[in-house]
């Protein structure tokens, strides 16, 4: 998620930066950043601290509590500097000393002042300096007074100092320039509540919560939380709410003033005409509206606002259930039954109590309606409450199963587990109560990825299989997908799919999807990339069918097991898009899991791990299980062996208690990629050995690759051997570039003479034609150190250079530092440094010029990484003045690592 003060702050950020670069020439500088709380000015400092290349960062705040005790602010900055008080002249020291109460006496302001500014300069004698110092306002008087005093004086220093505050008044910081940070406009509102959520939110509330909020990011994401969470809906139902010290002063209002008050609170779209016509139904003079605007609770713009956003939900979470009632009664009627049917049906059922069939069956009805409005969300909620309302026990079992679906796609499992255990209590039928064990049966395997919720899946389409159910093979899909999460340690991929039906009548993507898979877990991958790639294929053509769209996080597993880097490119960028478009909350972590692979293998490790801190927070925020297999390759390809082993065996642990296979499986890829890239070949050879002991998607094919170099490497040739005819079998039957390049890098590893070098020059042919970046350079790696030891230096030189600058350039450390260790051992006499222009950039930048110079447009880039056009044009702005150039044809050029001599 982009920062709150990312969002039209681009000015702000641009005078900071002029303001930096002054101080790196030594004109110290001096700015004062004000705006009211929430408005984003310790994000602001966030912003500023990330992008200071070259400067040394010192940060602290000021304390509300300290604010009394005199030049308590000057210590605490003293203990952020870490200031050696010794340096300091002896009448300083001795001022200092009073000040801090170390010895008796009065403290001279002056030589207070004079010691402040000497401890600032001192942090800048090895390098400019950026001082931080957050809410200013709070700082003590004589801390301010003798800060201002020293920052005046600053002038002929490397420092930039950069205070903030909410105050205007005429505080000891007034002399020094200032920037004032606004709300935002519209326009940026919008922009961030769309990088903040998920799914869709009912435009009519989006306006209100971006005017209500007076563009203030803080106010505007507490909103969206309430918006985003699965009880809010999209604008449908209410949040909870803090009512601390305002019910007393709610409580002073009329009854006339409090149900006025109500009134605006349950209306999620501020709509002044819907407003009046209610007040009208409730009797309340317009005098009332003008009294609560009066008294500061309400203004009016083009909607009915409330002047504090918060105060929204107190007001809510106060009324009494009568008080409700009678509001959202009025509301009903004073809707429109034909513009806004759905919002009229929610607020009869909000007012209604007891069973109601007719108002049940017409939420139900607009329930689809809800959905296009406001995205899964708000149909999870009408189905809900719909159910609730429906009086025959069979029709409301199936209501609330439904309801329990949607609150399953949301990624509201607990609330899916209540709603399936209400559905239970009634009096099911045949057809209800198999959709409720599969149900079941989806949460399950939610809250453990092992192999007895595997099961349970398989018998629950076991039994919509008997009863001829148009679900049956959607839900033996399902389960055969999720023993491949079990893997391992379920009962095993190959007995699942030799359970698995294919006689199915009715054709489909489904059908399709499902015989592949059973073909190439029970048959073999030869047998089954036949019936594979079409439907793959199909599934990426975008031809609007619902299956497509359901599968796609499958199939683009299948892509990758199929050895198709563009296809898998695709696949992956839309499961993340439809996920995050639709609000579907349950699938975003594993979509954001396939893209992140696909990321690596791309050499882009820069935004996979964007990508896995996304998928950290989504795991964090819903108490869910996590998704270790990103993180887990990623280390092993970086090559950081302490960190990468830590993972390794904490992940290991926490897969066997799980019962999560494929946990195990990934951990040991992990295990024999670093021990590859470290030239520690037995160890890999050990690990890899492992991964191929179970023909598991994906895992199986790269585990492959792994092997066969470490036992080439470690004259083991007869284990090379039997894993290259398997290799070979995948590689000729898909005839991919990336398959038919690995295949041909495998075969030089094991041949001798002119053919090896044939062999290798074919795999870098075919590896050169795909997106997988990282196995380019290995086989470039693999091929200089061939040559070298072919005695032919020059040679290998080039492809060990190529292969070390793009390892650098993905941040593959330990290959990268094998590929320089064989670059010094060819005699080259000038030794090497490599000059990696993306040192100067910070990880968002990185991933975004990569994307750029990719050829992808700002909306393309914004969609990948969450953001929006607008943050992408100003990083891109940023990259382009830190690499001096004005186009996008030359960041690839800038993003390859430069090579300079170092001669001793």
Partial sequence: MVSPSLIGRSDVLRHLEDEFRSARSGQGRVVVVRGEAGIGRSAVLDLAAADAPGMEVVRTCGVESERALPFAGLQQLCTTLRADLTTLDSPQRAAVEVAFGVTEGQADPYLVGLAARALLTGVAKARPALILIDDAHWLDTPTSRALAFAVRRLDAFPIAVVLTTCTDADDEFAQFPSLRLTGLSDADGRALLRTASYGGVDEAVLSRIVAEARGNP??????????????????????????????????????????????????????????????????????????????????????????????????????????????????????????????????????????????????????????????????????????????????????????????????????????????????????????????????????????????????AAEELRRANEPLACEGFLEALVAATYAGRLGPGTGAFARRTPTDWTRDGRTRDLLVGLTARFATGFAASHQLLRPTVRAIAGRDGHHASKRWLGIASRIAADLWDDDLWDDLTSRTVDIARETGSLMKLPYALTDRCLAELHFGNFDTAQYLLDRIDALTTSSHGPGFPCGALLLDGWR??????????????????????????TTAGLSAAVLANGLGRYDAALAAARDVVADDELVLYGWGLTELIEAAARSGQPGAAESALAALAERARAVGTDWALGLEARSRALLADGTEAERLYQLAIDHLSRTRVVVHLARTQLVYGEWLRREGRRVDARVQLKAARDRLAAAGATAFTERAHREYLATGDRARRRIVDHRAQLTPQETSIAALAGQGLTNPEIGERLFLSPRTVEYHLHKVFEKFGISSRRALLRKLTPDVAGEHG
């Avoid at 501020?270 to 500061?296: K, M, N, S």
């Avoid at 809510?316 to 009568?322: G, H």
């Avoid at 290991?652 to 019962?659: I, T, W």
């Fill in 218 to 459: 803080r106010d505007i994401l507490a909103a969206v939380d309430g918006v985003m969470s699965p009880d809010f809906a999209g604008g449908y139902g209410v949040v909870g709410a803090d009512t601390g010290a305002l019910g007393e002063r709610i409580a002073g209002l009329t009854g006339a003033e409090r149900l006025a008050l109500i009134l605006a609170a349950a209306d999620p779209t501020g709509d002044p005409a819907l407003q009046w016509r209610a007040a009208d139904v409730l009797g309340l003079d317009r005098q009332v509206t003008r009294t609560l605007h009066d008294q500061g609770w309400l203004r009016q713009e083009t909607r009915v606002l409330f002047v504090d956003p918060r105060l929204r939900p107190v007001v809510y979470c106060l009324a009494t259930s009568s008080e409700r009632d009678e509001v959202h009664l009025a509301l009903a009627t004073a809707t429109d039954a034909v513009v806004a049917r759905d919002r009229r049906a929610w607020h009869l059922a909000v007012a209604t109590t007891g069973p109601d069939d007719q108002l049940a069956a017409e939420l139900e009805h607009c329930a689809a309606h809800a959905r296009r409005r406001c995205g899964r969300g708000g149909e999870a909620a009408f189905l809900e409450r719909s159910a609730l309302l429906t009086r025959d026990a069979d029709l409301r079992s199936a209501r609330l199963l439904a309801a329990a679906v949607a609150k399953f796609d949301i990624g509201s499992a607990s609330a899916a587990v209540q709603l399936l255990a209400a559905a239970g209590l009634g009096r099911l039928d045949g057809q209800v109560r198999r959709c409720l064990g599969r149900q079941h049966a989806r949460l399950a395997f939610v809250d453990k990825r092992n192999g007895p919720a595997a099961e349970q899946m398989l018998r």
């Fill in 639 to 664: 090559g950081a062996e302490e960190a990468a082993h830590a993972r390794i065996e904490a992940a290991r642990q926490e897969a066997m208690e799980r019962g999560e296979g494929i946990v195990i």
